[in-house]
């Protein structure tokens, strides 16, 4: 959270985090969700790495599955869910 209230003092185009979600509370989490929509609907582009696929399939207009540094498959969120052997094997869904 410290971090990307340092970066928003900057007013970056750009964001680039990296599993944000990782080892937080599901509380915590949740508000960090809710804080990287808002820098999103401020007009902030984000490109961000996240296990947490229900986050980013929420946020994201375009989505890569990455596996062992391989693109395996990419897409909209409605596109990669459609595949169902893609999302019982990469998406733990």
């Known amino acids: 959270m410290l971090a990307i209230g340092r ?3 900057s007013q970056p185009k750009i964001f680039l985090i990296d599993e ?9 989490k949740e508000d960090l ?3 990287v929509k808002e820098i999103y609907k ?3 582009t984000i490109l961000m790495a996240e296990q947490d696929v229900s986050f980013a399939f929420d946020l994201a ?7 062992e540094g391989h693109l ?3 897409g909209t969120a409605k596109e990669l869910l459609a595949d169902e052997s893609l999302r019982t094997t990469y998406l733990g869904m």
């Open 7 to 9: 970066a928003m003092m």
């Open 20 to 28: 944000p979600s990782t080892g937080l509370a599901p509380m915590v």
């Open 33 to 35: 969700f809710a804080r």
């Open 42 to 44: 401020q007009g902030s």
């Open 61 to 67: 207009n375009r989505n890569y599955v990455i596996s």
């Open 72 to 74: 395996v498959s990419e």
